[in-house]
Each structure stands twice: as structure tokens, then as C-alpha cells.
């Protein structure tokens, strides 16, 4: 919901012609009808986080979760800035990382020692975090900080080019 609220603003800004201009943004025409897009699903996001609250009544899972995903993806090029997505999806990236280092690392140890080994107790990294003992709303609102910082650099170099 962060990524999608933050290009939502992107999306509205550089597919007006006038906001465009006054902020010396690229103009990509076409792109402010995507905000209506981004707006229903910042809408279907808060209506998720609403009944999925401790305790969850509904659960997303990854078809769900990879849908969004390819949203965001799909938002980034539309709009023309590809480059923002690292770091507006900063936790998503993380997250991806942290399976690639692990399963890499599992190989790459059980190739040369015969046995593999891990770097995290598991992952991805948010069950790691499980694993060492901290509880799950923690976890889930020290990403959500991690989001908002992420969200923040990326506006803040939104005009880099």
C-alpha cells in the first residue's frame, strides 16, 4: 500500500501537464488515469489491513500478494520510472535477497562441506525474525518504518534522471 500510494502521487503528478511543468517532471501523457488504478487498490489494500488485524479473519497468500506485485511492477514502467522501484520496494527487495543468499549459500556450502549451512535460521528474512524470538506484530511494524523510510528516499530522489 506504500508503493502504491507513493506512485499513485507520481503517476497523478507526471500525468498532468501542468503539475508536470511547474515541478520539471517528464510528462507522460496518459499516466493520470492510472492514479484511478492505484487508488483502487490503495482502497482494496485498507480494506484488507482492516480485517486482517490481529487476529486475521482473512488471509492473502501469494497469488494475492504476487498480483499486487505485478501491479507495482507494471505501474513503475508505465510511468517511466523503473528506477525507483528498488528503493520504493526496498522491503520487497530484502526479502527476495534474503532467499536468494540463503538457497545460494545452502548450495554453495553443501557442494564444498558435503553438508549445507545457512545464514539465516530462515527464510525469507521476516521468519528469520520469527525464529530469534520477536513477535509478529513487531516485525510487521518495523518493516512498515522501513517502507515509509524507503518511500521517503525515493520521493527525494524522484527527480534524479
Same mark, same amino acid.
Given at each position: 500500500?506504500? &508503493?502504491?500510494?507513493?506512485?499513485?502521487?507520481? &503517476?497523478?503528478?507526471?500525468?498532468? &501537464?501542468?503539475?508536470?511543468?511547474?515541478?520539471?517532471?517528464?510528462?507522460?501523457?496518459?499516466?493520470?488515469?492510472?492514479?484511478?488504478?492505484?487508488?483502487?487498490?490503495?482502497?482494496?489494500?485498507?480494506?484488507?489491513?482492516?480485517?486482517?488485524?490481529?487476529?486475521?479473519?482473512?488471509?492473502?497468500?501469494?497469488?494475492?500478494?504476487?498480483?499486487?506485485?505485478?501491479?507495482?511492477?507494471?505501474?513503475?514502467?508505465?510511468?517511466?520510472?523503473?528506477?525507483?522501484?528498488?528503493?520504493?520496494?526496498?522491503?520487497?527487495?530484502?526479502?527476495?535477497?534474503?532467499?536468494?543468499?540463503?538457497?545460494?549459500?545452502?548450495?554453495?556450502?553443501?557442494?564444498?562441506?558435503?553438508?549445507?549451512?545457512?545464514?539465516?535460521?530462515?527464510?525469507?528474512?521476516?521468519?528469520?525474525?520469527?525464529?530469534?524470538?520477536?513477535?509478529?506484530?513487531?516485525?510487521?511494524?518495523?518493516?512498515?518504518?522501513? &517502507?515509509?523510510?524507503?518511500?521517503?528516499?525515493?520521493?527525494?530522489?524522484?527527480?534524479?534522471?
Amino acid at each position: 500500500m506504500i &508503493a502504491g500510494a507513493t506512485f499513485l502521487l507520481i &503517476a497523478y503528478l507526471v500525468g498532468n &501537464a501542468v503539475f508536470a511543468d511547474y515541478l520539471q517532471l517528464h510528462f507522460v501523457p496518459g499516466t493520470g488515469e492510472l492514479a484511478v488504478l492505484l487508488g483502487a487498490l490503495l482502497g482494496a489494500g485498507l480494506g484488507f489491513l482492516w480485517f486482517n488485524a490481529p487476529p486475521a479473519a482473512i488471509f492473502m497468500g501469494d497469488t494475492g500478494s504476487l498480483a499486487l506485485g505485478g501491479i507495482i511492477g507494471a505501474m513503475c514502467v508505465l510511468i517511466k520510472k523503473e528506477l525507483l522501484l528498488p528503493t520504493l520496494g526496498g522491503v520487497f527487495l530484502m526479502e527476495t535477497l534474503s532467499v536468494i543468499i540463503q538457497r545460494a549459500y545452502f548450495k554453495y556450502t553443501k557442494r564444498k562441506y558435503g553438508e549445507g549451512r545457512r545464514v539465516f535460521k530462515m527464510a525469507p528474512i521476516h521468519h528469520h525474525f520469527e525464529l530469534l524470538g520477536w513477535p509478529e506484530p513487531k516485525i510487521v511494524t518495523r518493516f512498515y518504518i522501513v &517502507a515509509i523510510l524507503m518511500m521517503i528516499l525515493s520521493l527525494a530522489t524522484f527527480k534524479v534522471r
